[in-house]
């Protein structure tokens, strides 16, 4: 059974910074991409980052470069989505995703976590 559990969402003040982690609980996708996307309130879920298998490879979304920077963690099946220099516009609901191929780390994702949010105030 797929468990991906994501955490470390809240409520942030603008400049801020958060630490999100998803939990690959049931240890299924260490040999496989993980990512992160997000969905703000009346707008479409848009890609926010991915790592490949080994943590070797990482791609991002135009809109969050150079100030979210994601990571894993294989002996803990964790992924990690690091967010610096927050701002209002970062405000949405980010949730864990992954997958059993191989391919481009933007897209392609069957597996989903219930989303953690996080709210950035100016």
């Known amino acids: 059974q797929v468990q991906l559990v994501e955490s470390g969402g809240g409520l942030v003040q603008a400049g801020g910074s958060l630490r999100l982690s998803c939990a690959d609980n049931?240890?299924?996708?260490?040999?496989?991409?993980m990512a992160w996307f997000r969905q703000a309130p009346g707008k479409e879920r848009e890609f926010v980052a991915a790592?490949?298998?080994?943590?070797?490879?990482?791609d991002y979304g135009d809109s969050v470069k150079d100030r979210f920077t994601i990571s894993r963690d294989r002996a803990r099946n964790t992924v990690y989505l690091q967010i610096d220099s927050l701002k209002p516009e970062d405000t949405a609901v980010y949730y864990c995703?992954?997958?059993?191929?191989?391919?481009?780390?933007?897209?392609?994702?069957?597996?989903w976590g219930q989303g953690t949010q996080v709210t950035v105030s100016s």
């Open positions: 995703a992954a997958r059993r191929r191989y391919g481009p780390l933007k897209a392609g994702y069957d597996y």
């Open positions: 790592v490949n298998w080994s943590g070797s490879t990482t």
């Open positions: 049931e240890g299924t996708f260490p040999s496989y991409p």
